[in-house]
């Protein structure tokens, strides 16, 4: 069974940083893929960024082009998004998903976690 656990989400100002964790557990070998998304309400599920457990393959999505770093640490079975510049308009809800499909879209990803959620504030 794969568990998928986020972490790191508050109240932060706009223009502040937050870093967001997922922490991956259970016998995954061949999901490769790791990714976020988010999500506001009454909106779909976005595609925020990828990147493969065994390197490199990092992509992000248009909105989040330069203020976002997803990076992984493979000895603690951790990805994390780091998240500069936040603005109001960002979407609340953040996934960590992985799955065996190195895609930008959720049905890509067969494993989800529960979410983590970010508030900013003007």
């Given at each position: 069974q794969v568990q998928l656990v986020e972490s790191g989400g508050g109240l932060v100002q706009a223009g502040d940083s937050l870093r967001l964790s997922c922490v991956s557990s259970g016998r995954t070998f061949s999901a490769d893929?790791?990714?976020?998304?988010?999500?506001?309400?009454?909106?779909?599920?976005?595609?925020?960024?990828r990147i493969?457990?065994?390197?490199?393959?990092?992509?992000?999505?248009?909105?989040?082009?330069?203020?976002?770093?997803i990076s992984r640490d493979n000895a603690k079975n951790?990805?994390?998004?780091?998240?500069?510049?936040?603005?109001?308009?960002?979407?609340?809800?953040?996934?960590?998903a992985r799955g065996y499909r190195f895609g930008w879209k959720p049905n890509d990803y067969t494993y989800w976690g529960?979410?983590?959620?970010?508030?900013?504030s003007s």
């Open positions: 893929a790791m990714g976020w998304f988010r999500q506001a309400p009454g909106k779909e599920r976005e595609f925020v960024a493969r457990w065994s390197g490199g393959g990092t992509v992000y999505g248009d909105s989040v082009k330069c203020r976002f770093t951790t990805v994390y998004l780091k998240m500069n510049s936040l603005k109001r308009e960002d979407p609340d809800v953040y996934y960590c529960q979410g983590t959620k970010v508030t900013v």
